[in-house]
């Protein structure tokens, strides 16, 4: 696996390394140890998946608090997303600034986000799967979100929206 660290401190682009041959190829999409070596937190307890019917559906932006803060290992798995984290940890120098990344099924990037980021995607085709590693169990009492249209974030979404929820319709535009 390789790690490219993004802009965003702690967290991680991880890109495959395939084995290709007449059949296929073969790669790792997760390593306890590599993380370790990395620096990142290999406590994944929980993995959930996601469909989207609709291209340009937003699912996000989420987060939980404290003690229930998670780190995320978030990878597309049929069709595309355009997945986006922002960090809201108080004493990060990158507080307040969002990253995304085009993940695919064909592709087979991952993003890590670490504790205390916010996270959420838009997916880019129809059909589209995503599934994602949590270093905590999901706690309703602790389940946070920002709206993913803020203007404190002006994240900027590829496609118009098609698809979100009212819950993540109706998140505050801010995180303070």
Known sequence: MEFIETALEGAFLIRQKKIEDHRGYFARAWCREEFIQHGLNSNMLQLNTAFSFQRGT????????????????????????????IDL?????????????????????????????????????????????????YAPEAARGVRYDAPTFDILWPLPVTAISEQDRKWPDNWR
């Open 58 to 85: 937003v699912r996000g932006m989420h987060y939980q608090e404290k003690p229930h803060e998670e780190a995320k290992l978030i990878r597309c798995t049929r069709g595309a997303i355009y997945d986006v984290i």
């Open 89 to 137: 940890r108080p004493d990060s120098p990158t507080r307040g600034q969002w990253h995304g990344e085009e993940l695919t099924g064909s592709n087979g990037t991952m993003l890590y986000a670490p504790e205390g980021f916010a996270h959420g995607y838009q997916t880019l085709l129809d059909d589209t799967e995503m599934c994602y590693m949590t270093s905590a169990l």
